[in-house]
């Protein structure tokens, strides 16, 4: 077994970050490699690929990588409406 590289590292925390940015309909711009360690995404990545390649490290549960990007996204300037909001912001409109 051999440990990912860096350029493999950035390339997926780059996928990563554009990934949440267009889940969460933000305009992605391509983040240099100290916003992607600053946002965590460097290291979300390194475990990943680490994950992928047998090392054994365990799957983080999906709420938390929820509430990860979140903060990512709310430490950064957004405002992220839950989905269960956006269904009570929907229920009294009329079309």
Known sequence: MRLP??????DLARKMYMED?????????TPEEDELK???YFE???LAL??????GFEERF??????WA?????????VVIPESGMR??????RF
């Open 38 to 40: 600053e946002m965590g």
């Open 70 to 78: 979140r903060k990512v996204l709310e430490d950064n300037g957004y």
């Open 62 to 67: 999906r709420e938390d990588e929820v509430n």
């Open 5 to 10: 590289s860096k350029d493999e590292i950035l």
């Open 21 to 29: 940015c267009v889940r969460h309909g933000i305009q992605p711009l």
């Open 88 to 93: 009570g912001l929907w229920r009294g409109w």
């Open 50 to 55: 680490m994950r992928r390649d047998g090392y």
């Open 44 to 46: 979300r990545a390194r």
